[in-house]
């Protein structure tokens, strides 16, 4: 079946401005989890989703992001007033349920803020 | 915050030759995740092992856990040059996967 999907794969925004990166997960996965990935290092892990509600938001940096994921499927996440510190890959991962399985990652989107 | 270091940062080889990275992580694992990087992209996922699995094979790899030491091993034996990549373990902890900063693994034809 099909992997995880991202969109956009690249998206370069003007400081200031509003963005929305989308996932598709694996049909059937009932968690969903978005990380951040700065150049040279280690995804660092933002929010989880199982199903509808967000089981664990603390890695969110801070209330100029958000994400949501209101039938329990695609998710997007959105960042408000975007700052060039906010430039990363954002990967999507999902799994059948949180815990203990496999977590499989979309290809990412490349944020860049100018 | 980063979960733990992988030690080597880089590591450079001949094809054929065995490549061993390691993993160190820091509090309470449910399970611990190998992942392989292309270029600064999507995840590939490898090999997932659960907390009360000493060890675990798929084809050329080799995964071993110590919960004692909180530490992992990756073993990839008759390494390619299309082996030639990130790889990055995570530890699942409520959910949710903290990972290292990673090895590159670079083989040589």
């Known amino acids: 079946g099909a992997g995880v999907s991202q969109t956009p794969s690249n998206k370069v925004t003007e400081k200031g401005k509003y963005v929305e990166l989308r996932c598709d997960p694996i049909?059937?996965?009932?968690?969903l989890y978005w990380y951040r990935q700065s150049l040279g290092q280690g995804p660092e892990f933002l929010i989880y989703f199982q199903g509808t509600g967000a089981a664990d938001d603390s890695g969110l940096p801070n209330d100029r992001f958000f994400a949501v994921r209101p039938e329990g499927s695609v998710s997007t996440l959105k960042i408000q007033r975007t700052e060039r510190g906010d430039s990363a890959v954002y990967l999507c991962?999902?799994?059948?349920?949180?815990?203990?399985?496999?977590?499989?990652f979309g290809p990412g989107t490349r944020l860049t803020v100018t | 915050s980063q979960q733990g270091e992988e030690d080597p940062q880089a590591l450079s080889i001949q094809e054929g030759e065995n490549a061993t990275m390691n993993c160190s992580y820091k509090t309470s694992i449910n399970n611990l995740q190998w992942y392989r990087q292309n270029s600064g992209r999507g995840l590939v996922h490898l090999i997932l092992i659960r907390s009360n699995e000493r060890e675990k094979h798929s084809g050329r790899l080799r995964v071993t856990l110590d919960t004692s030491k909180k530490s992992s091993s990756l073993l990839i034996t008759a390494s390619r040059a299309a082996d030639t990549a990130s790889y990055f373990c995570g530890g699942t902890s409520y959910g949710k996967l903290t990972f290292g900063q990673g090895t590159i693994l670079t083989v040589h034809p």
């Open positions: 991962a999902s799994s059948l349920r949180a815990g203990g399985n496999e977590q499989y």
């Open positions: 049909s059937g996965h009932t968690a």
